[in-house]
């Protein structure tokens, strides 16, 4: 594992979040906050202003979420970028892991928890780009069955949602264009 700085070594193999998953949350939060400042009262809309920046900068700070795998280890962690900000995320050396536990979520899809031999448990991340190759390489070091995991959600969930949004941003963009032209 790259332990002795922010970039990764030649062996280390890094897993963003995949794109289709990180396209639509940017483009939901663009798509619900967009319009507010243009609909807030007018003592309000200075402060939005400034405040759906701030906001985007933090979305994609939360989606900048990587996965790096060596050979000594798994790292789940943010982007160096923002790393200071969003301080959550866990490490573990292969030997320290022990299994896999399946968790039922509310929405009928399962998690999986990665246990260590202390009995921590941290959720495995299964919102990676290249997710096949993830899972053959954790198995290939933790010599765990991952057969059974699969992604969170399926990929249309998301495609939808994407094209949800595109159609918002859409719609606001033309009420923002005819609203120009009264």
Do not use: K
């Amino acid at each position: 594992m790259n332990t002795g700085g922010d970039q990764p070594t030649a062996t280390t193999a890094v897993f963003p979040m995949a794109p289709l998953i990180r396209f639509t949350l940017i483009s939901l939060y663009l798509a619900l906050v967009l319009p507010l400042p243009v609909l807030a009262p007018s003592e309000l809309q200075g402060w939005l202003w400034v405040a759906l920046p701030l906001g985007l900068m933090l979305i994609l700070a939360l989606v900048s979420e990587q996965v790096e795998l060596s050979d000594s280890g798994i790292r789940v962690g943010h982007a160096a970028w923002c790393r200071w900000l969003l301080r959550r995320g866990w490490q573990l050396q292969w030997d320290a892991i022990t299994g896999l536990t399946p968790v039922a979520t509310s929405q009928g899809g399962r998690v999986f928890y990665v246990r260590t031999q202390e009995g921590s448990a941290y959720l495995l991340p299964q919102r990676v780009q290249a997710f096949e190759v993830f899972l053959s390489r954790f198995s290939q070091h933790t010599g765990l069955d991952t057969s059974s995991i699969g992604r969170i959600s399926p990929p249309w969930t998301y495609q939808l949602l994407a094209a949800l949004c595109g159609l918002g941003l859409a719609a606001e963009a033309t009420a923002g264009v005819l609203l120009l032209n009264r």
